[in-house]
């Protein structure tokens, strides 16, 4: 039976990158995107579905497609993301909350979604940044989203465990992307390194094919992705 893989955020970038592999290793591939998925999706003989992950219904109905076209669902990729949020002195309330509804209420609902109807031994990988474990002046809104993913993957990762389905983070640098265009040129003047989207596709399946939960994985263009390691702290009892 080959396996059936859901990515949302995959009309391009990662998200599209994570599909294509996916696909040539013999996967049934959906494409869910607010953004039109369906030359990637032709491309593999894939499925695309228009969706906006920051609405519950269209997640849910983006699984709900993927099992009624293929019977199941052993791998999400909960990839969608948007920046935006502002700094202090360009802060906008509506671009702040988009910001959240999108990466992390995005998250959750692409989560609870997509749970009930996968298969044991699933995995369950999130996009989260580099932004997500180190401060980001020029965009905090974003940061702390990504921030946050961290926090539902390490928090939820144990509940997963007892339907047997793993959940991890990637926490990507500068990779190419639609999105990433708007810094490109200033990224290049610095000389940083920029990951080709295929090398973040190859950490997700590495780490999928790893068995770990609950992690969180930095990815950076030209090296093996690397585990980040948190300090330990166990809540008091009462």
Known sequence: MSEVVLVTGAANGIGAAVARRFARNGAKVVIADI???SAVASEIDGLYVRTDVSSEADNRAAVAAAVEAYGGLD????????????????????????????????MMFGILAALPTMRPG??????????????????????????????????LATTLAESKITLNAICPGFVESLMFQAIRAEVVKHGLAIADPDEVAQAVEQIIAGGETGQ???????????????????????
């Open 35 to 37: 953004v039109d998925g």
């Open 75 to 106: 791998v999400v990729h909960l990839n969608a993301g948007t920046g935006g949020g502002g700094a202090l002195d360009d802060f906008d309330l509506t671009r702040f909350r988009r910001t959240f509804a999108v990466n992390v209420e995005g």
């Open 122 to 155: 699933g995995s369950i990988v999130v996009t989260s940044s580099l932004a997500g474990i180190a401060p980001n002046w020029f965009d905090p809104a974003y940061s702390a989203s990504k921030h946050a993913i961290i926090g539902l993957v390490r928090s």
């Open 216 to 238: 969180a994985w930095i990815v950076q263009a030209g090296r093996a992705p690397e585990l980040v390691t948190f300090p330990e702290f166990t809540l008091p009892q009462a």
